[in-house]
Nanobody
Framework: QVQLVESGGGLVQPGSSLRLSCAAS????????MGWYRQAPGKGRELVAV?????TANYGDSVKGRVTISRAKDTVYLQMNSLEPEDTAVYYC?????????WGQGTQVTVSS
């Protein structure tokens, strides 16, 4: 059974940085894409960043230039800088391959002064 555990969220002030981590276990396919999505209250899930098995990264327009995604085996990281209140959301880690997709339970990021 695939399990994804996010960590690193919290309450920070505007302009601060956070590093989110997602540890995956139970993955049974050899190549897969890992990514981060976020969902603010009353809004749909939004792409933050994805990274492929060959380390090609893509970013959502709202965070481009402020975040960096990286991976080491079955762990994916999201370095976020210059955080703004608009970044407040639950951040979800996901793993996908073909038609298969798995989601973590999310970690709360709150940016407020």
């Amino acid at each position: 059974q695939v399990q994804l555990v996010e960590s690193g969220g919290g309450l920070v002030q505007p302009g601060s940085s956070l590093r989110l981590s997602c540890a995956a276990s139970g993955i049974f396919f050899s190549q897969y894409t890992m990514g981060w999505y976020r969902q603010a209250p009353g809004k749909g899930r939004e792409l933050v960043a994805v990274i492929t098995s060959d380390d090609t990264a893509n970013y959502g327009d709202s965070v481009k230039g402020r975040v960096t995604i990286s991976r080491a085996k079955d762990t994916v990281y999201l370095q976020m800088n210059s955080l703004e209140p608009e970044d407040t959301a639950v951040y979800y880690c996901d793993v996908r391959q073909g038609q298969l997709a798995y989601w973590g339970q999310g970690t709360q990021v709150t940016v407020s002064s």
